[in-house]
């Protein structure tokens, strides 16, 4: 058996335990809980909050009050420099950079025996689902480009004790020992790219270059706009491919590469084309790609669909840096909580104190925050993003994501992006436009304004934008009643509508990298506060705003 195929087993196996493991949720949960009390009793954390003696979750509910990141703050500096025993038995072998698409990146610790006996298991069971449709995936080296892992030669940075710092992508899934040996994608020519490529573009170059000669079926992504900046890298890096492949070079240097001539030709025809070279065109047999779907990316999702042409489209697993939410098993937007993975509470949306409903305990439809507990020192630890309850298997909610909890304000609004998601969307079915990406920018003007800023696709008279203005204006006063008071007190203007030319937000994100956010974890953001920085550089770039 090979190691692709061994892989595979190991992946139905995980699968098949998580499975089992969702008819008796509640217990499970439960035990998850007792297993990390017990184990991180004897810290510094666990003896202030007398872990000791808790025997249930009631118990750990009294012991430990909800904390955000702030407030976890002393605790998990404390670890970053250094002190053992604080929040864990154990030390950490890494911190893990968040994305930082809130606020300045975060540093978390990650313990081996977290990496080992949770995560793994994790990456498994995300695996298992395109395994079982696609058995093939397995079993060809070269049919898979995989862009969830990317192994670095170095870390980003090292704690002040010595622990290095990365980003998940990042973390050593590859070892000699690791379960996850053989993963799809993890053999092929371009993978991984050399480590002398440090920047995005160059290690997209590199896979792109080598995979066009290739029969490749599938893509895996950590979120839609990895997809859409591949396939606009694809596009616009066409001539120096086909000159590259016909000559049997890497970026015009010899790389031990044949000449390939006749498929030089075959793409330059295709390039020709009106949409230029794209990931439909290139590999015509395509059969799946997979990415994160939360609910505030579902126009990048459908985009990456057009421009990729795949048979299939599964999500990928909801997943942050603190830990894995949710791991889909099928095509449905909606995955099952990951029980196996951390102990979950959950907040209501609509609520301002601090009593938590449990994973069975929810209702199909409602809109809740995730609390989370794990064994690598976060303990009733809010997330900060907002879930909506789809349905159940067994005892346990398959869950989506809606979008973050965090609010903005000029005033008193408190703008969340589900009401921004939920307006903006609205707001095009009423004015007969099709569904578009977009975001919603705060504008500090006299008053303040919230521009919702689209990427529509054909020719909008004026005259429907500011219907559409008046639309989303309309849908924030009926979602957010605090928005409406501003706008009755004239301490906000109207909200109005924008276009942007294709390709701006992937723009926008390319810009975050640049800045140093990491390219494969850098995700949408619905509201987005930065949009007063960019905005007018794009409106230089196209004109005016109509």
């Known amino acids: 058996m090979n190691e692709g195929a061994e892989f595979a087993h190991r992946a139905a196996t995980c699968r098949e335990s998580f ?6 949720g509640r217990l499970v949960q439960a035990e998850v809980l007792q297993a990390i009390v017990d184990r991180q009793a004897g810290t510094e954390f666990g003896r202030f909050h007398g872990l000791a003696s808790v025997r249930n979750i009631d118990d750990f509910r009294q012991a430990v009050p909800l904390r955000t990141y702030e407030e976890m703050s002393p605790w998990l500096q404390r670890v970053y420099a250094g002190e053992p025993g604080i929040l864990t038995s154990e030390p950490p072998v890494h911190f893990v950079l968040s994305s930082g698409t809130t606020a300045d990146a975060k540093r978390l610790p990650l313990t081996g025996s977290r990496l080992s006996r949770e995560l793994y298991a994790c990456w498994l069971i995300r695996m298992s689902t395109p395994l079982a449709m696609y058995p093939g995936l397995a079993e060809q080296t070269d049919s898979v480009v995989n862009l969830v892992l990317s192994p670095r030669r170095m870390p980003r940075g090292w704690s002040p004790g010595g622990v290095p710092e990365v980003v998940f992508s ?28 440090e920047t995005f573009d160059q290690r997209a170059y590199y896979t792109l270059r080598l995979a066009v000669e290739h029969a490749v079926k599938a893509f895996f992504a950590m979120n839609p706009l990895v997809l859409l900046t591949y396939a606009r890298c694809l596009r616009e890096l066409a001539p120096r491919i086909i000159e590259d492949v016909h ?29 230029g070279l794209r990931p439909r065109d290139v ?31 599964l999500p990928g697993p909801y ?87 965090a609010t903005f304000s000029f005033d008193l609004e408190k703008l969340t992006d589900y009401q921004v998601l939920e307006a903006g969307n609205r707001g095009l079915a009423q004015c007969g436009l099709a569904a578009a990406p977009f975001c919603c920018v705060p504008i500090p003007d006299q008053p303040p304004r919230y ?28 979602l ?59 409106r230089q770039s196209y004109g005016p705003p109509l």
């Open 19 to 24: 499975l089992a493991a969702l008819q008796r």
């Open 170 to 197: 990042e973390l050593p899934w590859l070892t000699d020992e690791s379960p996850l040996r053989g993963m799809p994608g993890t053999a092929a020519p371009w993978f991984p790219p050399p480590p002398a490529l």
């Open 247 to 275: 000559n049997g070079t890497m970026n015009g240097a010899a790389a031990g590469l044949s000449p390939n001539p006749a498929r030089a030709r075959a793409l330059a025809a295709l390039a020709g084309g009106p949409g």
């Open 283 to 313: 590999w015509a047999g395509l059969e799946l790609i997979s990415c994160w779907n939360p609910i505030s990316g579902a126009a990048f999702v459908r985009e990456a669909q057009e421009l990729f042409g795949a048979t299939s489209f």
């Open 319 to 405: 997943a942050s840096s603190e830990a894995v939410i949710a791991l889909p098993l099928d095509s449905r937007p909606a995955a099952p909580l990951a029980i196996l993975n951390a102990f979950f509470e959950f907040l209501p949306e609509e609520s301002e104190g601090t009593d938590t409903v449990l994973a069975h305990q929810l209702e199909v439809g409602r809109t809740y925050e995730v609390v989370v507990t794990q064994s690598s020192g976060l303990y009733r630890y809010r997330l900060g993003d907002l879930v909506r309850v789809a349905d159940f298997i067994g005892m346990v909610p398959t869950i989506e994501v809606v979008g973050r909890k």
């Open 451 to 478: 521009v919702f800023v689209y990427e529509l696709a054909g020719a909008t008279l004026p005259d429907q934008l500011t219907q559409l203005g008046q639309c989303l204006d309309r849908q924030l006063r009926t």
């Open 480 to 538: 957010n009643f605090l928005y409406d008071l501003c706008r009755q007190r004239n301490s906000l203007a109207m909200a109005s509508a924008e276009i942007v030319p294709a390709g701006t937000f992937r723009w926008v994100r390319e810009l975050r990298v640049a800045a140093g956010a990491s390219a494969l974890q850098t995700k949408e953001r619905i509201l987005d506060p930065t949009g007063a920085a960019w905005l007018p550089k794009i």
